[in-house]
């Protein structure tokens, strides 16, 4: 049978490639439809408390209170005023009309009140529910009490719900349809610049369609991490987890296609050529996504559960994100053969554009003087970077939205009339015995309006503490820490709890995980790129440029929140998360340059061994970048402050790492070191002559 004579061992391997390529995507086609229709739900976190370090003082009181049953119900407020003008006898007597009418909604057996400001302005009425109650069961009383409320109201006289049940529904209506605006919004743009990139009709279709698929099926196996791991999901982490498998998926698709494109110039075969582009690009590509991976691990030893939800599920969409990119993606590619370039199919022996490119001038240019290329670009980063001498961290309960909803709104005029934390006291957990010492010093500490007694069970007594301050403010923390310091000197087996207590331990837990965390990536990544690249001087080279991109990156989208946004503060998670998405993906855009110039350092001396490594990959990671880009910005789409301050920091971060950092000053490092860059390995030893000029 001639088919299997020595003549015809390359139709031999083209048949095998072909069926071995259509097996790789049949059983990917089962498998993402079994784990797509599985249909489990992941545990989600859906109450405040959870989103504390269980050693923390006000989980342990929210424990005990629970235990004792003082704990059982909190109040939605409704907020009724007139823009600061005095509220008419028509409008008292519509209030006492509107608590007879939301007394149906109180939880059963509990009383509503009214409460009437001092200044005659404004009034309130507390309708309690029950503190058990889920998040996604709370949306029917808030709405139906702000239904309600609205009704039939004197002219002029304006209401709004607020108190922490109102701010869990307002801030859960954020993530309404999250996914789906996330998913269009990142497909449209990876779309956009796919075709921008390949300029083909069709080609864009083939990574999109594998790493869309990859993003669902990640949905689905974190769904089934958070059955056997300690975490679990919030619409925070989900949404992150998305934006990372679209990122860093279309990412190594990227690099693996280019250097596809670059094989098929060379060889005839086009599985040949898949073969030997996945035996170049699979290790930058395993080498980056495990540095990624490795650096949300790190996130699993933080306190804040949040943290640690964005770490583990991170951690699995990448792995998913890898496996569809080097195993799926491959055979689907060689699928359809050449044609899939259309019109600017890659032929065999055509010269490779890289070589005489834009990027082959940028690196002869950036190459010739190093010493200055390098100064300026360093100077560029500290200008950059100044304005964090004045960042500011730690938003309030009412600064945590773009937009202002109800909650926000309400609990503003709730500010202006009456005790700030009216809506959400504070309470003191205490032996009965020590009570009337405790609440006498509580309310000599500054910052208390009042003390009330909050009910006693079995040998513990409940104080509820009204603040002056607004709820999450730097002064409601310093009332809480002064309330701790009074009640530990009378009883120091007593607890302080309640929203503002629970927002300092989360704001602490937040400083203790960025000391333990941030040092543990460094060392992560550190150690993946001495074992990637065997030189102590890349490695550290490459970590500092990373560090100071974040820096830069930081100090100039502090400048634009301040100047541009109007915000107020950085939010408590973003330095630590914004720092662990740019320097593990963007050591990324270093790992692929460097270890293509470690290729080229075997043949040529450094200079022209970095020279030519961003010659080739320069188009790739700059695309590969402005994409990252635009798709940590598509965070920004949701109306939560936190999420669009990670976009623009990450997505800035990303643009001046591929522009700049990547692309202009390492390669000019490189070349000012020479072949000390890759100092103890024995390239350092070479004997090719490093090229100066």
């Not at 993606?329 to 890659?346: I, Q």
């Not at 200008?383 to 960042?391: K, N, S």
């Not at 940590?632 to 643009?655: A, D, K, R």
């Amino acid at each position: 049978m001639e088919i299997f004579t020595e003549r015809n061992k390359p139709a031999r391997r083209a048949l095998l490639g072909r069926w071995v390529s259509r097996v790789v995507v049949l059983v990917a086609i089962v498998f993402s439809g079994m784990m797509l229709g599985s249909g489990i739900e992941p545990e989600q976190i859906d109450n405040g408390t959870a989103n504390l370090p269980t050693d923390a003082e006000s989980a342990q009181a929210a424990r005990l209170q629970e235990s004792l049953g003082t704990a059982e119900f909190t109040p939605a407020i409704v907020v009724f005023d007139r823009s600061g003008e005095m509220l008419t006898a028509e409008d008292r007597r519509a209030v006492a009309t509107k608590v007879e009418e939301l007394t149906s909604l109180a939880a059963p057996g509990q009383q509503v009140f009214p409460v009437f400001a001092e200044d005659g302005a404004a009034a309130f009425i507390g309708v309690p529910l029950a503190t058990d109650t889920p998040e996604e069961e709370l949306e029917e009383p808030i709405t139906a009490i702000r239904d309600l409320s609205a009704q039939d109201l004197p002219d002029g006289l304006e209401v709004s719900t607020t108190g922490g049940p109102a701010f869990v529904v307002d801030l859960s209506k954020v993530f309404d349809g999250a996914d789906v605006r996330l998913l269009i919004t990142t497909a449209g743009v990876v779309a956009l610049l796919l075709l921008i990139t390949y300029r083909s009709p069709w080609l864009w279709l083939v990574p999109l369609s594998v790493v869309g698929v990859a993003d669902q099926v990640a949905a689905a196996m974190v769904a089934v991490g958070t059955k056997v791991l300690p975490f679990a999901t919030d619409g925070a982490s989900v949404g992150i987890t998305s934006v990372l498998v679209f990122g860093a998926g279309t990412n190594y698709a990227l690099l693996l296609i280019a250097r596809y494109r670059e094989e098929l110039r060379q060889v005839e075969n086009r599985y040949a050529a898949m073969r030997i582009a996945l035996s170049q690009a699979a290790p930058a590509i395993l080498a980056s996504s495990g540095t990624v991976v490795l650096a949300l691990l790190c996130l699993g030893f933080a306190d804040n559960p949040t943290s640690r939800n964005i770490g583990f599920g991170g951690a699995i969409g990448i792995v998913v994100a890898v496996v569809y990119a080097l195993v799926v993606l491959p055979a689907a590619m060689t699928l359809f053969g050449r044609r899939l370039f259309w019109p600017f199919v890659p032929q065999v022996g055509q010269p490779e554009p890289t070589e005489t490119g834009v990027w082959s001038k940028v690196a002869a240019t950036v190459t010739r003087r190093p010493v200055l290329v390098s100064v300026v670009g360093l100077l560029a980063l500290v200008v950059l970077a100044l304005p964090l001498t004045g960042v500011r961290t730690g938003l309030s309960q009412t600064e945590q939205f773009r937009a202002t909803p109800e909650s926000v709104t309400g609990q503003e005029v709730l500010a202006e009339h009456f005790p700030a934390g009216s809506s959400q006291p504070t309470s003191v957990l205490t032996s009965s015995a020590d009570a009337d010492d405790v609440r006498r010093v509580v309310a000599d500490v500054d910052g208390v309006q009042q003390v009330d007694d909050g009910g006693s069970e079995g040998g513990t007594s409940v104080l509820t503490v009204v603040l002056t301050a607004d709820p999450a403010s730097d002064a409601a923390f310093a009332t809480v820490e002064g309330i701790r310091e009074a009640v530990q000197g009378v009883d120091p087996d007593a607890l302080v709890g309640g929203p503002d207590a629970e927002s300092l331990d989360a704001r602490d837990a937040a400083s203790r995980d960025q000391a333990l965390i941030i040092p543990m990536i460094l060392v992560v990544v550190l150690l993946v790129l001495l074992a990637l690249l065997r030189s102590i001087v890349a490695a550290v080279l490459l970590v500092a440029t990373v560090v100071a991109t974040f820096a830069a990156s930081l100090g100039a989208s502090w400048w634009a929140f301040t100047h541009w946004f109007d915000f107020p503060a950085l939010d408590l998670s973003v330095p630590l998360l914004s720092f662990l998405f740019l320097v593990a993906l963007g050591v990324d855009y270093n790992i692929f340059l460097t270890t293509r110039a470690k290729e080229e350092a075997e043949e040529h001396d450094t200079t022209r061994a970095i020279s030519i490594a961003l010659a080739v990959t320069g188009g790739v990671i700059t695309s590969a970048g402005i994409l990252l880009a635009a798709v940590f910005t598509v965070l920004g789409v949701l109306p939560l402050i936190t999420l669009t301050q990670i976009g623009v920091i990450v997505g800035f971060g990303v643009l001046l790492d591929t522009l700049l950092v990547r692309s202009v000053l390492v390669p000019a490092l490189v070349a000012l070191l020479g072949r000390r860059f890759w100092w103890p390995g024995h390239l350092s030893r070479s004997d090719h002559p490093v090229t100066r000029s």
